[in-house]
């Protein structure tokens, strides 16, 4: 039986072509701002994978009567984003608690009351997984109309044991039907369940012996996470959480010193995670530690500007000491309710003064090999998965720029169209 015929593409007419071609690692210092852009670039791809990466003068001799052509139409081609840190699986919004916020209620006030994280908890845990399903699909859209191609994908809205596995069920069949890319991440230290307020050593308990072993059981997550912070999961609680996911063949992720300097990120040294996460807290000790045990930090400034911040993380203290820096939208229901990582470029610029290069080598490359996958994803070489996005700009500095203008005219995953606006839209 003849297997199906190759497809192929060239994509052509591209003003820059940003290929972040370069070292097989998450990039550094000054490797952060060397984008490796080809003017009037192109690019052939066959099955989903890219075959030829140059000049337009150097792949047009490469094609063929059955290239189909996609036309840029001289607007910019990057490697689609890889969000690296999105809670997208939940029921209803807490718009509530961002007008409470605008009146001058801190997070933690709306916490203590019995809102944040443990509301979106107890309407989470009343939906069936096909309602779920069905939200997921509508927040995979945005995510895709931001150019994002790939992303992790935290529980945590269940918080028991039932309602975390049904969350990560959900979240591995959004990722069979695509065509977003999700990477799943056990988030069952998020936060303690009203049912065990007070009683935190139980909860772990169940996490340790219950939710750990089926998650792992049934495959259902690459890595484990924890929300370290006093008075929830601590670095010695956190630790015990963490080691015992790494010891069932997860990768380790965790939120750490985010409302406060708790010590995570020395305890992410430690544990040799994979990432580090917030870090808003952060001092130069915890830089330190991060950086000699290769950990990457993951920043959200979207987080901290939802929730009137005025610290952000040290993120040009983090690239001068060789950290492989990574951003991500954090997108959540409460702290962080947008999944655009444009927006993200945007804040990291204003707000924590990476230049536009930084940013867009925070959220492709270092993004990708953060989640284990740089050897596929994050750049367009040879070789790599043919995820790219065709953005409406000249130059890749105007997808920060210009804030809240949705730039993403055409999403490709593994080849094929995931996305494309609407002509005049």
């Not at 997208?88 to 807490?94: I, K, L, Q, S, T």
């Not at 406060?260 to 130069?284: F, K, V």
């Not at 987080?303 to 492989?324: D, H, N, Q, V």
């Amino acid at each position: 039986m003849m297997g199906e015929p190759d497809i192929e593409l060239a994509v052509m007419n591209c003003s820059q072509l940003v290929t972040l071609a370069g070292p097989s690692r998450p990039r550094i210092r000054s490797e952060m701002r060397g984008l490796s852009v080809i003017s009037n670039g192109a690019m052939l791809i066959r099955d989903g994978v890219i075959q030829s990466v140059g000049s337009r003068e150097q792949i047009e001799p490469l094609l063929s009567a059955k290239t189909v052509i996609v036309d840029a139409h001289g607007g910019i081609v990057l490697p689609g984003f890889v969000d690296a840190h999105t809670h997208p699986v939940f029921v209803g919004n807490r718009a509530d608690e961002f007008e409470q916020r605008a009146e001058g209620a801190t997070y933690e006030e709306i916490a203590a009351r019995g809102g944040g994280i443990r509301s979106t908890v107890r309407r989470t845990r009343s939906a069936s997984e096909a309602e779920l399903f069905d939200v997921g699909r509508r927040h995979q859209e945005w995510f895709l109309r931001g150019g994002t191609t790939t992303i992790e994908a935290k529980s945590g809205y269940g918080l028991s044991l039932e309602d975390e596995l049904k969350l990560l069920r959900v979240i591995r069949r959004l990722n069979q039907a695509g065509p977003l890319r999700y990477v799943p991440t056990f988030l069952g230290a998020h936060e303690i369940p009203d049912e065990y307020r007070g009683n935190t050593r139980s909860y772990v308990d169940l996490i340790l012996h219950e939710m750990l072993p089926e998650v792992a059981k049934h495959h259902l997550a690459e890595y484990c996470d924890v929300f370290c912070e006093p008075g929830i999961f601590d670095v010695s609680t956190s630790t015990e959480i963490l080691r015992a996911g790494g010891s069932l063949g997860m990768g380790l992720r965790i939120h750490a010193d985010q409302l406060s300097r708790s010590g995570a990120a020395e305890m992410a040294a430690q544990l040799q995670a994979a990432t580090a996460d917030h870090l808003e807290q952060t001092d130069g000790v915890g830089i330190e530690a991060l950086a000699r045990a290769n950990v990457q930090p993951v920043l959200l400034p979207a987080s901290a500007y939802t929730l009137g911040c005025k610290r952000f993380a040290p993120a040009r203290e983090m690239i001068e000491a060789g950290l492989g820096v990574v951003l991500a939208t954090d997108f959540n229901p409460g702290s962080s309710p947008t999944p655009s990582i444009p927006f993200v470029l945007s804040l990291a610029s204003t707000q924590m003064k990476m230049t536009p290069a930084e940013a867009i080598t925070a959220t492709t490359v270092n993004a990708a090999y953060s989640l284990g996958r740089g050897a596929e994803l994050g750049t367009l070489e040879a070789g790599k998965r043919a995820d790219f996005v065709i953005h409406d700009c000249q130059h890749y500095r105007e997808i920060a720029y210009f804030t809240g203008v949705e730039s993403a005219d055409a999403v490709y995953i593994n080849g094929k169209l995931a996305f494309a606006r609407a002509p005049g839209s």
